[in-house]
Every structure is written in C-alpha cells, then in structure tokens.
C-alpha cells in the first residue's frame, strides 16, 4: 500500500516561509513524478509543483520565483519550499505522485495572515 504522508503546514505572517514535506512509503519513489497541489476553500485543486523521475520541476504560475520543489530520492521525501508567502497561498497542501493508479495525501493546513 502506498502512503504519502504530509507535514509542515502552519500558520506564518505575510512575507514569511515554510517548508512542507512529503514522506512516500511502499512504492519505488525513484521512478515516481511528485506533485505538491493545493485547494483553497471554494476554489478547484491546482497544481503548484511537480518534479518528474529525472529531477525535472515545473511550477504553477502563481508561484513561480518564490516556492521550489526538491525531491530526496534516499529519503523517500518530496519538499517544498515556500517562500515570500501571501495571504492568497492559504490552502490545504496535498502530496500526489502519479505512481502506479495515482495517490494522494492527507493534506496540511497552511495558513498566510497577520
């Protein structure tokens, strides 16, 4: 069974930073695409990044310039640096990878206010 299992949400100020990370477990996450997506309330899922198998990012344009991607192939983890944060950012993050029929995590909360 899969199981991709998410942590770093919180609560930070405008212009502040966090790091969330994803733990991917049974599953062979070196042949894995990784995605970090999010949903605000009232709005549909978007994709925020994404790094293939090969070490390739790419990212929404809302976020472009501010959050980077990196991938932990020992480690089993996918991170994802988010900085110079805004109030629209706030959404719940969820790990994806399209591995096998495809998989979610629980998500995690974060939140950008004063």
């Known amino acids: 069974q899969v199981y991709l299992v998410e942590s770093g949400g919180g609560l930070v100020q405008p212009g502040g930073s966090l790091r969330l990370s994803c733990k991917a477990s049974g599953m062979n996450f070196r042949l894995a695409s990784m995605y970090w997506y999010r949903q605000a309330p009232g709005k549909q899922r978007e994709l925020v990044a994404g790094?293939?198998?090969?070490?390739?990012?790419n990212y929404g344009d809302d976020v472009k310039g501010r959050f980077t991607i990196s991938r932990y192939n020992i480690r089993r983890t996918v991170q994802l640096q988010m900085n110079s944060l805004k109030p629209e950012d706030t959404a719940v993050y969820y790990c994806n990878t399209n591995y096998g029929r495809g998989f979610w995590g629980q998500g995690t909360q974060v939140t950008v206010s004063s």
């Open positions: 790094t293939t198998s090969s070490g390739d990012t």
